[in-house]
């Protein structure tokens, strides 16, 4: 079977791509298009570290087709912050301490960005809940919580 052509904006950049009709977009997101920030840690939909917004919408990268993604506009952890410097997101993981090996950040950071901007001011339980996709094996998840606590104020919400 021939491969097919997509095209999507990934942070604001138009790209087109031709993909295998298995292919997730987070394998077109690094392997093709080289953003290599989101992260592959199960490959199931389970742990978060691939998230990325499509549409609006918080999705698990790696069981998104990447067909799917046609003319879709996609953001990923490149998306926030960057050359201007630290998102205020970022900012609150680095000054609470919130990162360990780092390799679920990306994912915390897109799910955190989503849930602040529909929710300015979450409570504890919220933020809990927002992340409860996101797995972390090292902080115990007590930091990333008052970090994205943090960003709130921050970010004045
Ligand atoms: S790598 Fe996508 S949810 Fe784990
Ligand atoms: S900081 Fe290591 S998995 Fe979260």
Redesign the pocket.
Known sequence: MPKQLIRLVVNGEGHEVAVEPWWSLLHVVREVIGLTGSKEGCGTGDCGACSMIVNGRLVTSCIFLALEADGAQVTTIEGIGGDKGLHPIQQAFVEEGA???????PG?IVAAYDLLRQNPRPTLEEIRYALAGN?????GYTK?YQAVLRAAEMMGG
Do not use: A, K, P
């Open positions: 990162v360990q090996c780092g390799y679920c950040i915390m797995l972390c094996r090292c902080t990333i």
